[in-house]
Structure formats: structure tokens, C-alpha cells
């Protein structure tokens, strides 16, 4: 099997926010803030999990920096958090291959729901005389831990 990628550079988280409901104090939401490079096309993995890293992700899902209109990407939750939760920000810089095969593999997963839907090829960058399936990447994550506190 053979596979190539790039390490990308890391994309720091710049700042974490919690700000408290102004309809209901006792619950709060946690906005996250990375700034993008406009000059380059970019793609980013975003998990979010609460309590534990243990646990299953709360929010998990890519985004392309296309739909920007500013450098400053921002993630937020719902205002579902009470003082003292803790909440784990992690923010990948994926490569275009990575995205690819990530969204191909769920639209496939969406595919095989539907009896009536057409197969959906899963999109690889790893080749060999198996025809494997699968991407070789390099992960590159910025990770913030923040108890929600007033």
C-alpha cells in the first residue's frame, strides 16, 4: 500500500468564550476562535466533547474555509452548559484529501440507508495491487479545555 501527504502547519486556537444565556443565567455556551489563512485553501475538523475526551463528541463534523467572509472562523455550542461543566475544544487542519475521504465515506454511510440511492465511491489517496480504500494523513490538532465558570 502507498499513500503520500503533507504535515500541514498548525491552525491555533486564538480564544475561548463563555458567555452566559441573558434569558436564563444558569446556562451558558462556549464560542471558539481560530483566524484562517484567506490566502490558502483550508479544511478543518472540528470535536467537540463534554466532561470527558473519553466520551462520544458532541459536535464532529469538517468545514472548508470557502463559505468565509472574514479570517476569523468561530464555533460555538447551544446554551446547554452549567457552571462548573467542562468542555474540550479540538481543532484539526486537515488536508483536501483527508476532507475527501471523510465526506465520501459519510455520504456512502447516508447511500446504503436508502435502498433506492445510488452507491457512493469512497474517495482514497492510498493506492496498491489490493485496491485498498482508506486515506493516509497526517493529523494536526490544537486542543483548549475551559470550565465554564462565570
Same mark, same amino acid.
Given at each position: 500500500i502507498e499513500g503520500q501527504t503533507v504535515m500541514l502547519p498548525l491552525v491555533?486556537?486564538? +480564544? =475561548?468564550?463563555?458567555?452566559?444565556?441573558p434569558d436564563a443565567d =444558569?446556562?451558558?455556551?462556549? /464560542? *471558539?476562535?481560530?483566524?484562517?489563512?484567506? #490566502?490558502t485553501e483550508?479544511?478543518?475538523?472540528? /470535536? /467537540?466533547?463534554?466532561? &470527558?475526551?473519553? &466520551?462520544v463528541p458532541e459536535?464532529?463534523?469538517?468545514t472548508?474555509?470557502?463559505? /468565509? +467572509? *472574514?479570517?476569523?472562523?468561530?464555533?460555538g455550542t447551544g446554551y446547554e452548559l452549567g457552571e462548573g461543566d467542562t468542555v474540550y475544544n479540538t481543532i484539526f487542519h486537515i488536508t483536501k484529501d483527508y476532507y475527501d475521504?471523510?465526506? +465520501?465515506?459519510q455520504l456512502a454511510i447516508i447511500g446504503n440507508i436508502n435502498p433506492f440511492a445510488q452507491p457512493s465511491p469512497i474517495k482514497s #489517496?492510498? +493506492?496498491?495491487?489490493?485496491?485498498?480504500l482508506g486515506v493516509f =494523513?497526517?493529523?494536526?490538532?490544537?486542543?483548549? !479545555? !475551559?470550565?465554564v465558570m462565570r
Open positions: 491555533p486556537i486564538d +480564544s =475561548t468564550v463563555v458567555q452566559f444565556s =444558569t446556562v451558558a455556551r462556549v /464560542l *471558539t476562535y481560530v483566524t484562517d489563512d484567506p #490566502n483550508n479544511y478543518y475538523r472540528r /470535536l /467537540l466533547n463534554y466532561y &470527558s475526551l473519553d &466520551s459536535q464532529d463534523f469538517l472548508p474555509d470557502r463559505f /468565509l +467572509s *472574514t479570517p476569523l472562523l468561530a464555533f475521504y471523510y465526506e +465520501s465515506v #489517496n492510498v +493506492s496498491g495491487s489490493g485496491n485498498p =494523513t497526517c493529523l494536526v490538532y490544537d486542543r483548549d !479545555t !475551559t470550565v
